[in-house]
């Protein structure tokens, strides 16, 4: 039996939002302190105490609400998540159920042969994060640190509209690329703040009812959220194929193994008893704060890709990859406004090839660059003035990253600055045509592909500092016999 | 309101309370009897009741600014803890 399998993924994401205190007390929210200094009696759930809303958490959901289209509560309700974990000390997680603070909004994601797809977005509600657990170095005990605890996530949940691993990936990184944008969230998967589950289910094509799903766990980069669902869709098609059955569960992605294992028993399912938190009065938005905060939204990716594509003629792969961080988008346009919008696509190429090859190369966010926007633009204005071509300007490039020197200066000190004198040129093709005269005969016999060859040859000659233009002329006259051997 | 075993052994781990076969008759008595009494309150006319999310339903939850106003104090917390190590709060090993 062959059966052709749907996969269908539902990606539910957790944003650490960016700020300082915690979403229901006054502590830290600071990434990296010692254990439970940052953990005041609201976050150790001791009796008596009260959480109190921090309204920049309330700011950065709306902010997040209206920039994917959605539709922004008047009225949003916290409730009670009830279960019981040593992270949480009050056992309960103060999170939103029936009244979520963003309701239905979309995201158009673009795949990687170009097409676009628009991922429905369930909704988006304020919850606060657990503690952490350390299960290592303490005999038969686990150790746990709260510091975490009430720091404020944004819960974002697609709909089951993704239909392979690689446009979970693509919505994933969308949303991570906006929250960025928006500055509600640092995007640091490394240091957790911004995590994924994803449901899972396979169904046959053309079936319309979904599978059982079952709920990844634990994913925490790109590369894994692909391995992890391809991983569980092949195991789900196993069983089912197998004549079994999907039980729903969660599981959880093991990267070492490279495999999902079940992470609770169905006998144990979770029961989470859901009511409002009598601790927190219903949230009331007005409108005048939801336009206070519309007012407040920069321009968002696909607004700047558009913008890079009008304005600077680059094609919409370029805009899209340019504007897929805001950091970059910002380099790329400091270059270009140094450089003139009619260089726009020489800064492009640089900013998205040596550039970007160069920081990953050496693991670094464009913050961290080695060569700032007004040193890649001084260089790159040697090659627009034509004191150096662009092969010469990649050894200056790497100079620059290695010693910080400027264009200028590595140039004027390894003499680079290339060879436009016609005389100076001719007199190294002279040499090289009198130093292969088998090669000269058989061109003139017809062996046009040897054209490259004298070309190749008075570059290296002259050092790579000839003009490469001028070469060509001058060389496709010499050779034919024209000007003086 | 009538409750199965199972469903009393399920509310008990929800809890997190330890039954003992002694206390299962006794259980398996008073609960139904005191959800029965409770379940009174669904005779009482709500269709064309507003569900209400809190007493004061209709004030706004006040906001506090972002600001970090706590400074640690986890020696003081931790005075009460079972058992402490590096700064961490032991817990018997609980591992998923």
Known sequence: ?485 | MSLTRDDVLDIARLARLAITPAEMPGLSDSLPKILTFVEQLSAAQTADVEPMAHPLDGQSQRLRSDTVSETDAHERYQQNAARVEASLYLVPKVIE
């Open chain 1, 1 to 485: 039996m062959n059966m052709e399998w749907e996969t269908v993924i539902g990606l539910e994401i957790h944003a650490q939002l960016a700020t300082r205190s915690k979403i229901f007390s006054g502590s830290a929210t600071a990434y990296g302190a010692e254990p439970n200094t940052q953990a005041n009696l609201v976050d150790l759930g001791y009796p008596g105490v009260l959480p109190v809303l921090n309204r920049e958490v309330v700011r950065m959901a709306v902010k997040f609400g209206l920039a994917v289209g959605a539709t922004v509560a008047k009225r949003s309700v916290f409730a009670r998540k009830n279960y019981f974990y040593p992270d949480l000390p009050k056992g309960y997680q103060i999170s939103q159920y029936e009244l979520p603070i963003v309701q239905l909004g979309k995201l158009e994601i673009v795949l990687d042969d170009g097409a676009r797809k628009t991922v429905g977005i369930t909704r988006a509600h304020l919850e606060e994060d657990a503690g952490k657990s350390l299960h290592e170095n303490f005999q038969g005990y686990s150790g746990i640190d709260l510091n975490r605890a009430g720091t404020p996530l944004l819960e974002i949940v697609s709909e089951p509209d993704m239909r392979s691993a690689k446009e979970a990936v693509a919505y994933m990184k969308r949303i991570h690329t906006l929250v960025r944008y928006l500055e509600i969230c640092d995007g640091n998967m490394q240091e957790g703040s911004f995590r994924c589950d994803a449901n899972v289910s396979v169904r046959q094509k053309g079936q319309e009812k979904l599978g059982t799903r079952c709920e990844i766990k634990n994913l925490n980069s790109f590369r894994f959220i692909e391995k992890a669902i391809n991983h569980e869709v092949a195991r789900q098609i196993d069983v089912i194929e197998g004549g079994g059955k999907i039980r729903q569960e969660t599981r959880l992605y093991d990267p070492d193994k490279d495999e999902t294992r079940p992470l609770r028993s169905k006998e144990e399912a979770n029961d989470y008893r859901y009511f409002p938190d009598p601790d927190l009065l219903p949230v009331i938005i007005e409108q005048s704060f939801i336009d206070q905060v519309r007012a407040t939204l920069p321009e968002l990716p696909d607004q700047k890709a558009a913008r890079f594509v009008e304005q600077h003629g680059l094609s919409p792969y370029d805009a899209g990859t340019l504007s897929a961080s805001r950091e970059v988008g910002d380099y790329y346009e400091a270059v270009v406004a140094a450089l003139g919008a009619a260089h726009a696509k020489l800064a492009a190429n640089w900013v998205m090839g040596d550039l970007s090859a160069s920081l990953n190369n050496d693991g670094l966010e464009i913050s961290g660059s080695r060569i700032g926007a007004a040193g890649l633009a001084a260089l790159l204005a040697r090659i627009v003035d034509e004191t150096i071509s662009g092969k010469i300007a990649k050894e200056v490039f790497e100079a620059m990253w290695a010693d910080g020197q400027s264009a200028d200066a590595i140039i004027e000190a390894r003499g680079l600055k290339q060879i436009t004198d016609a005389g100076a040129i001719e007199k190294v093709i002279d040499e090289v045509i009198a130093a292969n005269p088998k090669q000269l005969a058989d061109y003139r016999a017809g062996r046009d592909k040897l054209f490259g060859f004298f070309v190749g040859q008075v570059m290296k000659v002259s050092g790579g500092k000839a003009n490469p233009a001028q070469v060509n002329d001058l060389l496709k006259k010499k050779l034919q016999g024209q000007g003086s051997l």
